[in-house]
């Protein structure tokens, strides 16, 4: 059984976290947030000790160490993306290995800056990049290295994921906490892209703005549109119908790629190939984070060459 301790407790995702510690028969002997809405806690692990001021969380975990012995395995990290690096660094000092939540950092720098810690520590920084282990993903993944084809693939992502008016007062809504749209929500599906079709060859911004952004990325074997959205304006007619507030598609060459299902455990997935001292590290996430970067970097083209139809609209 493994020690754990998780910093985020309060967010959104952590809940996913706090099931893959306990499905994975492990223990979480402390959590830290500011904020204390954390009930959820008692579902999982209602023993783990619980601060709201990171020097007393800090505090406690030396003592565990010194005072019974209790050295922890790693640190699950579930805060504010601007936060990551600095709650990484942490882990990895309190000498144990750190599980993040993705964007791992905001920018690629910060990647070389972490593998200096890594060598410093002689421990491991590890990703959550869960769409690599969902089936429908592993399935497109070998069907594009087996495919004998003279030119690219053509693909659609559209993903629209409807928020109300809280985001934008949110860390989530300032651009230098959250790095934006693209990053926040973005982040994984360009790993996806990448881990599938290769080296990125280029990134086009067309449209960049508070609650939509879109553009197209070439990569070695596919051209890409996408557009991303948390404005419900956007949504399909026959999605609002049915009240939904979600909408994620993936064309492949006008296919559509089934992959709706299947989400609720990935992260138990990602910890179990962790565990196994397999997992996705530093280099892993280094051509996402890149690709975020440079679409919060770049001037916005408007409608012009290879935009996603969703910006005729």
Not at 18 to 31: E, G
Not at 47 to 65: P, Q, T
Not at 98 to 115: Q, T
Not at 137 to 164: H, P, Q
Request: net charge neutral; proline share 3%.
């Amino acid at each position: 059984m493994k020690n754990f301790a998780l910093i985020g407790a309060a967010g959104y995702i952590a809940p996913r976290h706090m099931r893959a510690i306990k499905d994975t028969n492990n223990n979480l002997v402390a959590a830290f947030d500011k904020g204390d809405s954390v009930g959820v806690i008692d579902s999982y692990f209602p023993g783990a000790d619980f601060f709201v001021e990171f020097e007393r969380f800090d505090r406690h975990i030396e003592k565990l160490k010194y005072e019974s012995n209790t050295l922890l395995d790693y640190v699950s990290i579930c805060s504010p993306n601007y936060l990551h690096d600095a709650h990484i660094r942490f882990a990895l000092r309190s000498g144990a290995d750190a599980i993040c939540e993705k964007p791992l950092v905001l920018n690629p720098w910060n990647v070389d800056k972490l593998m200096h810690v890594e060598e410093k520590t002689g421990k491991k920084i590890y990703n959550i990049l869960q769409l690599r282990v969902h089936p429908s993903i592993i399935a497109l993944k070998e069907k594009v290295k087996n495919a004998n084809k003279d030119s690219k693939f053509e693909v659609d992502l559209t993903y629209l994921t409807s928020r109300g008016n809280w985001y934008h007062t949110s860390w989530k809504g300032d651009h230098s906490k959250s790095g934006g749209i693209a990053t926040n929500i973005g982040v994984h599906f360009y790993d996806m892209l990448s881990w599938i079709f290769g080296d990125v060859q280029e990134n086009i911004v067309h449209v960049h703005e508070k609650d939509r952004a879109a553009g197209f990325l070439e990569f070695e074997n596919a051209r890409v549109r996408w557009f991303l959205s948390i404005n419900a304006n956007y949504l399909p007619e026959e999605v609002k119908a049915k009240g939904q507030t979600t909408f994620r598609s993936i064309t492949i060459d006008g296919e559509e790629l089934e992959f709706s299902g299947g989400f609720t455990d990935l992260h138990t997935m990602v910890y179990q190939d962790i565990l196994a001292g397999k997992g996705y590290g530093l280099e892993a996430a280094r051509t996402a984070i890149g690709i975020v970067h440079k679409i919060r970097n770049s001037e916005p083209i408007g409608l012009k060459g290879e935009y996603h139809t969703f910006l005729k609209n």
